[in-house]
């Protein structure tokens, strides 16, 4: 028995991955591209603190498809993977792990055992990154990969901030900011924003009141949800344009906003209304007696302005130095500053027992003391959302600190000016983007911290004079100390050279500081390749990139400072188009949590469904027009079904059939399927170019799925007879079409599923049509204009439509597929006779008859009538398919040729089976068909319309 040999298993993506790594496909894929035509591409460095989620998985999938893309249209992309290693998320994983409570306890550990655990933290997941990257079809240079903490990364950020601070971007300055009073340091506020730090909490608040001096048993009542502050008071506001009144409860008088009155629960009586302007000045006594530490004048009224709102609180706004507003006007009043929270986030100064209290517990006393004082109008449970950490998750303060800033205000008309020559996709980002810019404040790059890159400042401990060094070098010439090339420039090294004075000649220690992480992650561009250290001839041709990706809340973050610093350094964009995701969140629309258990392990989706599918999935989504998705197991399997496995059926029916002579020309088929499949496939490479070159991933999902569809229940449904067919010519014309289309398929599928264009491509190459290693050295196909044809696809479309209404009527009728029947009658038509043909075969009727009329539309009428004759054609055919049956489960070819032994007693069939005797051999490649009485060995068994029949093939070669 002959048995053929395409039986084997299909590829597995595991298996392709080696493949590609065998063959060094990914290098070759870049080396192969000229180097004077780049497509520059910056992969945004992640943290390797934590196993990769499927934001990640969705980020280096858009980080992939767009390079692959372009690498086929010719042009060499190199692909480098960076490691984001700075800052507060490795800094607190660390702070765990050392079961470290207190900042304080850095210090007396050692910075520089802290900052060396944190080194050797740093990278600790970097080997289940890979896994992933691999398993996902990335191709990314990732084991060569930059650090924010290599020496020259961190030297090219010291060149960045002397160049800036020399041409006056830079300055000192006391701002209030964000601050986490656990790990000691500021945040910005988009830090915040961000990852949405904000909660809503519930806690007390309450209106206190505040006694005039000079008037008797007066109150101004003011309202704060932050009972701590009025340690720290040091005015009061009012809106000098709105009216006040004074009123008498019981035997006191208050004062607040007329619009606020309903507030008043008791009686009340009316004294006086007069505006606020008239409050303006007025002295009161502070709840507590604080120093002031200087000559500075508080406790009095001052004019918000419109800042106090009418329709909250009381109308006077209580001010301490714990708020952007309250600083503003502290500056503004010239006010004193009570810092009376010290960086620990304790109380440093106030009522004495209560000293070195947690902030937060301090609400709860000013508020017994307060009542017993009689000082306390109101209480009330108040829920608003509060900033937490994003780290530790301790409530933030505003605090009044010392930082380094950038000067925004300064750069922004040119960056507004250069962000519109940024593509955004999404569009609308632009927009939103350009928001940003417009409100962002001034950049603090310093950081009360340790395991991040060093500030470069020296001070003179003598006359504070500054000194800011910008390389190795330079600190080399200058420092006291001899120092290496290699120096490192993390804090807990370079803290111990010292400078000498050029004023004064004393010792300059280096300040404190570090930078901010995000400074790192702007210079990127540079950093990565220790410009302009080295690289200075690379860089003239690898600069700006021309795409970079990122989830939307990189907008305001890494994208936003790779354009400040841009800016800053060159006056222009460091990006050209840069692809928006949204968030991937949980099932039910929340948030993907890991203790909730609320989403499938990524690893799993890819053991079941393959990565392929996974990319897909997440490619047709919206998140690739920058909204939020829901993640659904559910709909990864529908898009498994409806593209990886009708794309695999189809690879496997066109693995079975033998076939001499292939090509790949399409020039003589005259077949209407044939032809329309070949323009359908032309017009899919010309859409998908220009949709791809508009990084629309989404809508290239979509014709896809449409296309593969079309392929496999229009297309090769309706040829099968053809791809099975005796005469050769008609065959050899379906598979080298197939062969074709399959061949352009895989090039077009390659960025968006590189697994299975492989699989594609390995077939066709098993059949030495194909001679390149991999698809992925091939390039970008280009479509055709004179094969398509939209004429057959409007009569395509018709044609469908037609056998659709006629199989309704089928349905309809109970009468199956297989029972020919005589015609069928269209009227409000006109097609040619090729399309007829189609209908004919994929409705099953002998004929197709079109009658002109008037009726304005189509109608279809089907002939349901079997006559004897169809009865017996019913039954041949029948037989046909399942003598084919068995031909497939016994694994033969189409050049297999049998006798077939056969035994029934329904005369009906015996009958069809003499009549139709030679299209039954013809059709099931049999030679002779010999019916026989008795049993014989190995007889199968099956029915037709309620008859046994019992059948044994005989292969003869
Ligand atoms: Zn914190
Ligand atoms: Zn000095």
């Given at each position: ?715 090769i449904k309706n040829s099968r007879n053809r791809f099975k067919s005796e005469i050769i010519k008609e065959k050899l014309s379906a598979m080298k079409t197939l062969s074709y289309i399959l061949y352009n398929l895989s090039k077009l599928l390659a960025p968006l599923t590189p697994f299975i264009s492989e699989k594609i491509y390995h077939k066709l ?193």
């Amino acid at each position: 028995m002959v048995r053929i040999s395409n039986k084997k298993k299909e590829l597995k993506e595991e298996e392709i991955i080696q493949f590609w790594k065998d063959n060094k496909i990914f290098e070759k894929s870049i080396e192969q591209r000229a180097m004077d035509n780049p497509f520059i591409f910056y992969d945004g460095p992640p943290f390797a603190t934590g196993l990769p989620h499927y934001g990640h998985i969705l980020s280096l999938v858009t980080k992939d498809v767009f390079p692959r893309y372009w690498t086929m249209k010719g042009y060499r992309c190199e692909r480098k993977w960076g490691w984001d290693c700075h800052g507060l998320p490795i800094e607190s994983i660390c702070e765990k792990e050392l079961n470290l409570k207190k900042k304080n306890e850095i210090y007396e550990m050692g910075i520089s055992k802290f900052n060396e655990f944190c080194r050797s933290k740093v990278l600790w997941y970097a080997n289940e990154w890979k896994k992933t990257v691999d398993r996902m079809g990335k191709w990314i240079e990732f084991d060569n990969s930059y650090k924010t903490m290599d020496n020259g990364y961190m030297e090219t950020v010291w060149y960045i901030f002397k160049k800036i601070y020399n041409e006056g971007f830079v300055y000192k300055g006391k701002k209030v900011l964000y601050y986490c009073p656990h790990c000691e340091t500021p945040l910005s506020n988009f830090e915040i924003s961000m990852d949405n730090s904000y909660k809503d909490v519930s806690e007390p608040s309450i209106t206190a009141k505040f006694k005039l001096k000079k008037e008797l048993k007066t109150f101004f009542l003011a309202w704060t949800t932050t009972p701590w502050t009025l340690i720290g008071n040091v005015a009061l506001a009012v809106n000098s344009n709105r009216e006040y009144v004074k009123i008498k409860v019981n035997n006191e008088y208050l004062i607040l906003i007329k619009s606020q009155l309903d507030l008043i629960k008791e009686d009340y009586k009316l004294v006086v209304e007069f505006r606020g302007e008239d409050l303006l000045n007025k002295e009161y006594e502070p709840l507590y007696r604080m120093s002031t530490g200087g000559s500075k004048k508080g406790h009095f009224i001052i004019d918000g302005g419109d800042e106090v709102l009418s329709d909250e609180g009381t109308g006077i706004i209580h001010m301490a130095v714990y708020g952007e507003f309250d600083y503003e006007m502290i500056k503004k009043y010239d006010l004193p500053i009570i810092q009376h929270i010290d960086e620990h986030g304790n109380l440093a100064e106030g009522p004495e027992e209560w000293v070195g209290l947690w902030f937060k517990d301090v609400d709860k006393k000013v508020l017994e003391d307060l009542k017993q004082r009689e000082l306390l109008f109101n209480v009330e449970v108040y829920t608003h959302s509060y900033p937490f950490c994003y780290r530790c998750d301790t409530p933030l303060i505003y605090n009044a600190l010392d930082a380094w800033f950038i000067n925004i205000q300064q750069i922004k008309p040119k960056l507004l000016e250069t962000n519109n020559s940024i593509k955004w996709y999404p569009k609308e980002i632009s927009r939103s983007y350009q928001n940003i810019i417009n409100s962002a404040p001034d950049w603090c790059i310093s950081r009360n911290r340790f395991w991040a890159t060093a500030m470069p400042i020296w001070e003179c401990v003598e006359c504070k004079e500054m000194k800011v060094i910008g390389s190795v070098k330079e600190l080399q010439e200058k420092a006291v100390e001899d120092i290496p090339e290699d120096l490192d420039l993390h804090r807990h090294i370079v803290d111990k050279i010292h400078l000498t004075c050029s004023k004064c000649g004393k010792i300059m220690n280096r300040i404190p500081e570090v930078f901010d992480c995000w400074l790192e992650s702007g210079s990127m561009p540079y950093a990565a390749k220790h410009y302009p250290f080295e690289n200075v001839e690379w860089f003239k041709h690898n600069f700006p990139s021309d795409f970079v990706s990122e989830y939307i809340g990189q907008v305001r973050a890494w994208f936003y400072y790779m354009h400040v610093i841009s800016v800053l350094l060159f006056d222009t964009i460091p990006f050209k188009n840069v692809v928006v995701n949204g968030n991937i969140l949980a099932e039910d629309g929340t948030k993907m949590s890991k203790s909730k258990r609320n989403f499938p392990d990524p690893n799993l989706i890819i053991e079941k469904y393959g990565a392929d599918a996974l990319r897909i999935y997440l490619m047709s989504s919206q998140l690739m027009r920058a909204k939020d998705l829901n993640f659904k197991e559910e709909i990864v399997k529908q898009v498994y079904r409806r593209f990886n496995l009708l794309l695999t059926n189809v690879l496997k029916f066109y693995s079975l059939i033998d076939i001499d002579n292939l090509t790949m020309d399409i020039a003589n088929s005259d077949n209407i399927l044939d032809r329309w499949i070949v323009s359908s496939l032309n017009k899919l490479i010309q859409d998908i170019t220009l949709l791809m070159d508009d990084y629309n991933t989404a809508e290239v999902s979509r014709l896809f799925f449409n296309f593969i569809e079309d392929l496999s229940t229009w297309y090769i449904k309706n040829s099968r007879n053809r791809f099975k067919s005796e005469i050769i010519k008609e065959k050899l014309s379906a598979m080298k079409t197939l062969s074709y289309i399959l061949y352009n398929l895989s090039k077009l599928l390659a960025p968006l599923t590189p697994f299975i264009s492989e699989k594609i491509y390995h077939k066709l190459k098993k059949r030495r049509l194909v001679n390149l290693k991999s698809i992925h050295l091939e390039n970008w196909p280009h479509f055709d204009e004179k094969l398509i044809n939209s004429k057959v696809h409007k009569n395509m479309e018709l044609t469908r439509e037609i056998v659709q209404r006629s199989l309704e009527l089928r349905n309809k009728s109970k009468i199956p597929v297989r029972q020919i029947l005589n015609k069928v009658i269209l009227r409000g038509i006109n097609l040619d006779t090729e399309y007829l043909d189609v209908i004919s075969d994929a409705i099953n009727v002998k004929k197709v008859l079109v009658e002109e009329g008037d009726e304005p539309e189509l109608l279809v009428e089907l002939d349901i009538n079997i006559t004897p004759e169809l009865k017996l054609e019913g039954i041949a055919r029948n037989l046909i398919r399942h003598l084919n049956n068995f031909r497939k489960k016994q694994n033969l070819s189409t050049k297999n040729r049998i006798n077939l032994y056969l035994k029934t007693k329904d005369k009906e069939i015996i009958k069809a089976l003499e009549k139709y005797a030679e299209k039954i051999k013809k059709m099931i490649q049999a030679d002779k068909i010999i019916q026989i009485k008795e049993d014989k060995e190995n007889l199968k068994e099956f029915k037709i319309e309620n008859s046994v029949i019992q059948v044994y093939l005989e292969v003869k070669y």
